[in-house]
């Protein structure tokens, strides 16, 4: 489950990025082939036996899926990029560890330096 995290935390950063910095006004469908991965992590993080939070985290979790339905429904860009960024990142980064975002940032960080040589 770790890489699918890590893969669907940069998916989520890269499709924000992407509607932003290009004015990409189709958030909404790009965000649907996540969708499936979405509901895999939330099915996990579910899981009863695995983890034990107070019942709001998961009443929030649950809020989120609903807002990405309704997103979808309503073709509501700033929606979708709100319960994805800001929702299920969140939640993603909870398993993330220090090492990837250091690892992330120099790659990132890096590159960005080498183009502006």
């Given at each position: 489950m770790q890489e699918q995290i890590e893969d669907m935390y940069e998916v989520i950063n890269f499709l924000g990025?992407?509607?932003?910095?290009?004015?990409?006004?189709?958030?909404?469908?790009?965000?649907?082939?996540?969708?499936?991965?979405?509901?895999?992590?939330?099915?996990?993080?579910?899981?009863?036996?695995?983890?034990?939070?107070?019942k709001a985290v998961?009443?929030?979790?649950?809020?989120?899926?609903?807002?990405?339905?309704?997103a979808v429904r309503n073709h509501d860009h700033v929606l979708m990029m709100d319960a994805l960024e800001q929702g299920i990142s969140g939640y993603l980064e909870m398993f993330l560890s220090e090492e990837f975002f250091r690892e992330k940032e120099s790659m990132y960080v890096g590159r960005v330096n080498a183009e502006e040589s």
């Amino acid at each position: 489950m770790q890489e699918q995290i890590e893969d669907m935390y940069e998916v989520i950063n890269f499709l924000g990025f992407n509607a932003t910095y290009h004015h990409n006004y189709n958030y909404v469908e790009n965000s649907k082939m996540i969708f499936q991965e979405v509901q895999k992590f939330v099915q996990w993080f579910m899981d009863g036996e695995r983890f034990v939070f107070e019942k709001a985290v998961y009443d929030n979790l649950l809020d989120i899926l609903r807002d990405c339905e309704t997103a979808v429904r309503n073709h509501d860009h700033v929606l979708m990029m709100d319960a994805l960024e800001q929702g299920i990142s969140g939640y993603l980064e909870m398993f993330l560890s220090e090492e990837f975002f250091r690892e992330k940032e120099s790659m990132y960080v890096g590159r960005v330096n080498a183009e502006e040589s």
